[in-house]
């Protein structure tokens, strides 16, 4: 499914495109900037990037597809960053992950149908002394357990 962008969010994508078009090796800030601002990189995005930057559409999808950062849907309500570095995992987090996909019926890179919580991995929150970590928004959660991260979905919901 496309999402249709408002006329709004395409003025506000332009503004990007116009800011970063004459800037060397602009691509990753351009689309940070974009999905900073509007919460994703749409895919009709693609063709005017690629055209103030002289690039082809497939290599501004080959960057968006490639960092795991960029989302190319809508996002929910929240974000949960599920950290999967090594740390974390020996303490735990891919049962927690499993928790946490069961809990909320999605996988990775998908929405809640409520729309209230969009999950992500992540591959280093920097709190390796508090595995395993997760992050709410830009809220960072260390030693959480599946009754910790039952609540923290709880709250987000109920938010």
Known sequence: M????STEEITRINAHIDRYQHVQGSL???LHAIQDDIGY???SAYFPISKALALSVAEVHGVVTFYHHFRR???GKHILQ???AESCQAMGSEKLEAHIK????IDYHQTTSDRAITLEPVYCLGNCACSPAVMMDDEVYGRMSAEKISELIKEARSA
């Open 41 to 43: 990189v749409p895919e």
């Open 2 to 5: 496309t999402a249709v962008l």
């Open 73 to 75: 849907h809508p996002a």
């Open 28 to 30: 990753l800030p351009l």
């Open 82 to 84: 599920v950290c999967r």
């Open 102 to 105: 069961s809990t909320l019926g």
